[in-house]
Antibody
Framework: QVQLVESGGGVVQPGRSLRLSCAASGFTFTDYGMHWIRQAPGKGLEWVAVIWFDGSNKNYADSVKGRFTISRDNSKNTVYLQMNSLRAEDTAVYYC??????????????WGQGTLVTVSS | DVVMTQSPLSLPVTLGQPASISCRSSQSLVYSDGNTYLNWFQQRPGQSPRRLIYRVSNRDFGVPDRFSGSGSGTDFTLKISRVEAEDVGVYYCMQGAHWPPWTFGQGTKVEIK
């Protein structure tokens, strides 16, 4: 069955870095692009970053641009989110979610269970 | 950026009764290909979001037919014909017509009276 499993979350001090991973299984990874979407405690959903199936296109939310980098390794069926210069306001559950390449809207159709990132001194 | 506005933000409902959630976008969600890209997600307590409806009115696989989506342009509605206990959670609309960024509504919390 389709699975997206995030890992790499934890407690980190402001200004430090963290790398999240999302391992995909149960589907053809290269048929899908990938999003990272986050949810601060008790809050709504905020889109963070997207990467095309082949890594040819990447986009970021203004709130993370210049600090976060999305990448993928299709040989490992894994997408990453490198988070640098972390701030307290980056505290959230981070979800990875896939979208089908031929969907013009790039809407996420399946989400992982999320990994919690807490930025605190 | 497209702003998505949901109402109400809290919706107490009686089991077996209908429920309706409104979502309005700050711009038309009709894409250049003629499709309207408005989606609905359900987030049950302690779970990750799950897509229920895509392109306004298409139910995802396994979604009960008591869920229906409608609307056009900038005004959209999610309806639950008869609320069941498992429908408790937060519902989000999300636009996929003007990206990046992809934007969500604030969420509507559905609870049982």
């Amino acid at each position: 069955q389709v699975q997206l499993v995030e890992s790499g979350g934890g407690v980190v001090q402001p200004g430090r870095s963290l790398r999240l991973s999302c391992a995909a299984s149960g589907f053809t990874f290269t048929d899908y692009g990938m999003h990272w979407i986050r949810q601060a405690p008790g809050k709504g959903l905020e889109w963070v970053a997207v990467i095309w199936f082949d890594g040819s296109n990447k986009n970021y939310a203004d709130s993370v641009k210049g600090r976060f980098t999305i990448s993928r390794d299709n040989s490992k069926n894994t997408v990453y989110l490198q988070m640098n210069s972390l701030r307290a306001e980056d505290t959230a559950v981070y979800y990875c979610a896939r979208f089908y390449n031929y969907d013009s809207s790039r809407t996420p159709d399946f989400w992982g269970q999320g990994t919690l990132v807490t930025v605190s001194s | 950026d497209v702003v998505m506005t949901q109402s109400p933000l809290s919706l107490p409902v009686t089991l077996g009764q209908p429920a309706s959630i409104s979502c309005r976008s700050s711009q038309s969600l009709v894409y250049s290909d003629g499709n309207t890209y408005l989606n609905w997600f359900q987030q049950r307590p302690g779970q990750s979001p799950r897509r229920l409806i895509y392109r306004v009115s298409n139910r995802d696989f396994g979604v009960p037919d008591r869920f229906s989506g409608s609307g056009s342009g900038t005004d959209f509605t999610l309806k639950i014909s008869r609320v069941e206990a498992e429908d408790v959670g937060v519902y989000y609309c999300m636009q996929g017509a003007h990206w990046p960024p992809w934007t969500f509504g604030q969420g509507t919390k559905v609870e049982i009276k």
